[in-house]
Nanobody
Framework: VQLVESGGGLVLPGGSLRLSCAAS????????MKWARQAPGKGLEWVTS???????YYADSVKGRFIISRDNAKNMVYLQMNNLKPEDTAVYYCAEARMGGARGPGTQVTVSS
């Protein structure tokens, strides 16, 4: 089982990024998936989840700005991030939503002018 994130980078405040998560070794269509992030000096923070049946949930801090989606045919999960703020700076992780599930190595997102 492997998850690999991509798409991070440096972006200006107000900008957008799209993160991608490629899954292998299992089929995401039967799994709930999530994105989490860890800002410098802080703990891991849940950002958003998408259930196997399509239910979607967001942390209040990103609601209305971030959009999670999945492409079961490509075994991919995405995170569209709009109107980014400096406080969104963090390493972003894709993971299975279940306790003890697989997690990727993360991708750095830096929001700064």
């Amino acid at each position: 089982v492997q998850l690999v994130e991509s798409g991070g980078g440096l972006v200006l405040p107000g900008g957008s990024l799209r993160l991608s998560c490629a899954a292998s070794g299992f089929t995401i269509s039967t799994s709930a998936m999530k994105w989490a992030r860890q800002a410098p000096g802080k703990g891991l923070e849940w950002v958003t989840s998408i259930g196997s049946a399509g239910g979607i949930y967001y942390a209040d801090s990103v609601k209305g700005r971030f959009i999670i989606s999945r492409d079961n045919a490509k075994n991919m999960v995405y995170l569209q991030m709009n109107n980014l703020k400096p406080e969104d700076t963090a390493v972003y992780y894709c993971a299975e939503a279940r306790m003890g599930g697989a997690r990727g190595p993360g991708t750095q997102v830096t929001v700064s002018s």
